[in-house]
């Protein structure tokens, strides 16, 4: 029994002085690794060359060491939250236009694969052709006969956007009105039938750009609670020119409501607009030509 216990103490003193001189061996190799690695580092820079061009000095930072490539990429967003139908340029947009979509849902659709993304069908022919004679009598302009006066488009637009803005998803169609340079946008919460599709098939397309107001609102709602209503107006505006001057411009909106809105009511509409546009621009060009003869 003595002789176990003793030799199980000089195990722990053996066992405390391999635990002390270890610890000096790694304190006293300290000095070493740094220097080893001090000296290893700046041959990492020869190894960076395999994936960058830029100069040996620029490594002295972290970021130096990255491809040039890294910035092409990608910059980071500030939006993390966006996704399909949440865009927050185009929801600023939408609340310039006096609809806020509450629901966080709102597709800008301006050519057939955002009909996808949105989760509606693609249309079966392009370009639409829509006949909407017969319905352009149907579509009163504010002010100009007792059928519409300015008051009560201006009551049932604010109730339809406020409507808009609480529906939940918003489907935003964008082109030209056909043959023409006036952009259009569509408002609209239904999805009843080929009704956006059709009318992304009318439209004639416009070139890629950051959303931005359009001389053609629609405001279009439907659903089974809505009273039948169609009317348009145009009014003149300022508008600020890239050279900071303002000149006076005409801008229109439709307004269609309905259980099931008509698309030939929707396009009567937009034809409308686009012949009252045409003819401000007309009258306004005919008048400055006048103004500089007479200077």
């Given at each position: 029994f003595l002789h176990h216990s003793i030799t199980t103490m000089n195990l722990l003193r053996a066992a405390t002085l391999c635990r002390g001189q270890s610890s000096k061996l790694v304190a006293s190799s300290r000095p070493?690794?740094?220097?080893?690695?001090?000296?290893?580092?700046?041959?990492t820079n020869n190894s960076s060359r395999l994936f960058s061009a830029a100069p040996a000095a620029?490594?002295?930072?972290?970021?130096?060491?990255?491809?040039?490539?890294?910035?092409r990429v990608g910059a980071a967003t500030a939006f993390p939250d966006e996704y399909p139908g949440q865009n927050y340029i185009f929801n600023w947009c939408l609340n310039a236009d006096g609809v806020t979509p509450l629901k966080k849902c709102a597709f800008r659709i301006t050519k057939p694969l955002d009909l996808k993304v949105a989760g509606l069908a693609l249309p079966k022919s392009t370009p639409l052709k829509v006949n909407a004679k017969g319905d352009r009598s149907k579509v009163p302009e504010a002010g100009m006969t007792d059928a519409l006066s300015f008051d009560t488009f201006d009551e049932v637009?604010?109730?339809?956007?406020?409507?808009?803005?609480?529906?939940?998803?918003?489907y935003c169609p964008e082109g030209h009105a056909p043959s023409t340079k006036f952009g259009v946008r569509v408002i609209t919460n239904s999805k009843e039938g080929a009704l956006v599709s059709d009318l992304v098939a009318y439209l004639e397309r416009?070139?890629?750009?950051?959303?931005?107001?359009?001389?053609?609102?629609?405001?279009?709602?439907?659903?089974?609670?809505?009273?039948?209503?169609?009317?348009?107006?145009?009014?003149?505006?300022?508008?600020?020119?890239?050279?900071?001057?303002?000149?006076a411009v005409s801008v229109a909106t439709v307004v269609i409501t309905g259980k099931k809105p008509s698309l030939k009511r929707i396009v009567a509409g937009i034809e409308l607009s686009a012949e009252g546009l045409e003819a401000d621009a007309l009258e306004r060009a005919e008048k400055k030509a006048e103004e500089e003869k007479g200077e």
């Open positions: 070493a690794l740094a220097a080893t690695a001090t000296t290893l580092l700046p041959n620029a490594a002295a930072t972290t970021t130096s060491n990255l491809p040039p490539s890294i910035p637009m604010q109730q339809t956007k406020d409507s808009l803005s609480l529906s939940d998803a918003l416009m070139p890629k750009r950051d959303p931005t107001s359009q001389s053609v609102t629609c405001y279009v709602l439907g659903g089974p609670n809505c009273e039948e209503f169609a009317g348009y107006a145009i009014e003149e505006v300022e508008e600020q020119k890239d050279d900071g001057s303002r000149e």
